[in-house]
């Protein structure tokens, strides 16, 4: 049929792949969750196809209002929000439950294709460098004062989506190294990570003596970064200190392992690596594993729903579903290149690059890579917030993506 053309059939069949995949695990281990993510998971087609027949520019032309409506629904969080373990970044209505800071991620990257797609947008121009960064600071400095530590996080997949655009890969090698100095200054005695920084430094210099600048800004530069990093190196121990108790040991878990911490900030992640090695190749079979119908496993409809995954369907499964995820997510990126239009190119980056936060965070998470955070896993995590705001993320771009396809220019 002539106007399915376009439309771009293997995303789709992923999403409504991902998304009943999802109610299946849901439902194994919590039925009545299970059915209302199925009553959510219908209430989001709807929203797509409404989504479908809208404009073609609506979005476009939109962009500033929606993200300006995101931005007051968190500040809103405030006076009006519920507190749910320890971060009040709920709204209640009833029986029904919105956490907006998904719905800003979307206004967010909707601004960003915005202003990217601008005429007098240039990333090597230092306004427009910081105009982007507002766009995507002002979202984020309210979501730290929340505090949500894990969705800020996945306010990096913006930067993802700049590096695209012509931001300097060198950002993204400063924050790593930065991170790095401040994780091993936890595990090492910082001084023997400061001997280290020392030693890079030297080499570096000799390694570029004929090639650098010898000039008063390349001197103070090398010379503050060298100083910020042993700083670091010796606030690291002091900055942990400082934290709550529950985000302390959950950085902690990663180096001293989960049964040093197992009745606290250990037990998920003790659990969650019980039940995915308990599944072996093939797993042990729908609603049949042991952990997972005991509820060992708190928060196992939510974000840790993979080691569901991994107990009832094995190593097989599990290879499964994030061979699915990649596909689906390169799938997004492939598309988003293919873009003609500017606008519609940015926004499948910005999309494409939230997912791949969310689904690294939220395995890295279950697995005992990364610290609990409280970031699930797009489309499979049960919440009625979250998935209609990835589904609405979802038709949003794949309806750029048929009108790109249907454009005559």
């Known amino acids: 049929m002539k106007w399915t053309e376009g439309i771009d059939k293997l995303g789709l069949g992923l999403y409504f792949l991902l998304c009943i995949f999802a109610i299946a695990n849901i439902y194994s281990v919590e039925p009545s969750s299970g059915t209302r993510q199925a009553v959510w998971f219908g209430v989001s087609v709807f929203v797509g196809i409404i989504i479908f027949f809208t404009r073609n520019k609506f979005f476009e032309n939109m962009a500033a209002i929606i993200y300006i409506f995101g931005v007051l629904l968190l500040i809103g969080l405030f006076p009006f929000g519920t507190e749910v373990l320890g971060q009040k970044n709920w709204y ?202 005991g509820k060992f496993v708190p928060e196992q409809s939510t974000d840790y729903i993979f080691c569901t995954v991994g107990e009832e369907w094995g190593f097989v499964g599990s290879a499964a579903l994030v061979l699915c995820y990649m596909l689906y997510i390169g799938r997004i990126y492939y598309l988003a290149e293919k873009q003609k239009s500017t606008f519609n190119r940015a926004f499948g980056y910005c999309f494409a690059s939230i997912l791949l936060m969310h689904f690294s965070i939220n395995l890295g998470m279950v697995m005992g890579l990364f610290p609990t955070v409280g970031i699930p896993l797009p489309y499979f995590s049960y919440g009625g917030s979250s998935l209609l705001a990835f589904s609405t993320m979802t038709f949003i771009f794949f309806k750029l993506n048929y009108s790109d396809k249907n454009s005559l220019v």
């Open 92 to 293: 209640k209505f009833g029986p029904v439950s919105l956490q907006p800071v998904e719905f800003a991620k979307l206004g967010t990257a909707l601004m960003l294709a915005n202003y990217v797609s601008s005429p007098d947008f240039n990333l090597n121009n230092r306004k427009s460098l910081l105009t982007a960064l507002a766009i995507i600071g002002i979202p984020g400095v309210v979501v730290l004062m929340i505090p949500d530590v894990g969705s800020l996080l996945v306010f990096i997949a913006f930067f993802i989506a700049l590096y695209r655009e012509g931001l300097s890969g060198m950002l993204f090698g400063i924050g790593f190294i930065f991170a790095a100095v401040f994780l091993v200054s936890l595990a090492v005695n910082p001084i023997y990570v400061v001997i280290a920084i020392a030693l890079i430094a030297v080499l570096y210099i000799l390694f570029n003596l004929y090639r650098m600048h010898w000039d008063i800004i390349s001197i103070s530069s090398i010379a503050g970064s060298i100083i910020l990093l042993c700083g670091l190196a010796f606030a690291s121990p002091h900055i942990l200190e400082k934290l709550p108790k529950h985000q302390r040991e959950r950085i902690e878990v990663l180096f001293k392992g989960e049964k040093a911490f197992r009745d606290t900030s250990g037990y998920n992640l003790l659990y969650s690596k019980t039940a995915i090695g308990s599944g072996g190749l093939l797993g042990k079979g729908y609603r049949e594993g042991s952990v997972t119908q």
